[in-house]
């Protein structure tokens, strides 16, 4: 059982490139999230799904656009990379008793 | 809106020292609260959560009793092991039971402990 897969684990950009960062889960789970973790910040939440069809904005969703085609896969896709969106990036997927997180995106912009 | 302040870190123990770690919060409502844990070059991974006040959430010899009267999910553990070194997260969701989807965390925690 995979969980929560993230791709690629490991990105540099040059300001103002575009890329998108994949989150699939096997799970079925109607919830999944991105969030982005910044030194002394913790984990602050970005986009948001509750089912296929259907996502919602976070706390800094700003720079970011997020859909939701299936069940399984939730893609985070960055428009125009800046310097400030240096982070790493983490998936979730979510039961209604936890959410499962994937193992990062380490991205650096340039 | 909601917020979690837990203790600055870093702390650093010897082997079978106790441990405590400090949250607080501020919600509307009944958020249920979690300690997530995450080890080097890992995701986090749920180590216990409470889901209404008094309740005690308990995994692997750690401990946290929600305390509405003081807004507080403290973290303990009786004897840290060298295996516990990780970033321990705090964190909250609005509403019993589901928002896990929807998570407030604190800062975090960087445990170190020497054998």
């Known amino acids: 059982n995979a969980g929560v897969t993230q791709t690629p684990k490991f990105q540099v950009l040059k300001t103002g490139q575009s890329m998108t960062l994949q989150c699939a889960q096997d799970?079925?789970?109607?919830?999944m999230s991105w969030y982005r973790q910044d030194p002394g910040m913790g984990l602050r939440l970005i986009h948001y799904s509750v089912g296929a069809g259907i996502t919602d904005q976070g706390e800094v969703p700003n720079g970011y656009n997020v859909s939701r085609s299936t069940t399984e896969d939730f893609p985070l896709r960055l428009l125009s990379a800046a310097p400030s969106q240096t982070s790493v990036y983490f998936c979730?997927?979510?039961?209604?008793?936890?959410?499962?997180f994937g193992q990062g995106t380490r991205l650096t912009v340039v | 809106g909601n917020s979690v302040t837990q203790m600055e870190g870093p702390v650093t123990l010897s082997e079978e020292a106790f441990l405590t770690i400090n949250c607080t919060y501020t919600a509307t409502g009944y958020p249920s609260l979690f300690w997530y844990v995450q080890y080097p070059g890992e995701g986090l991974q749920l180590l216990l959560k409470?889901?209404?006040?008094?309740d005690k959430g308990s995994n692997k010899g750690f401990e946290a009793t929600y305390r509405k009267e003081t807004t507080s999910f403290h973290l303990e553990k009786g004897s840290v092991q060298v295996s516990d070194s990780a970033v321990y997260f705090c964190a909250l969701s609005r509403g019993s039971g589901g928002s896990n989807y929807k998570l407030t965390f604190g800062k975090g925690t960087l445990l170190t402990v020497n054998p």
């Open positions: 979730a997927s979510s039961s209604e008793a936890e959410a499962f």
């Open positions: 799970m079925n789970h109607e919830y």
């Open positions: 409470a889901t209404k006040a008094d």
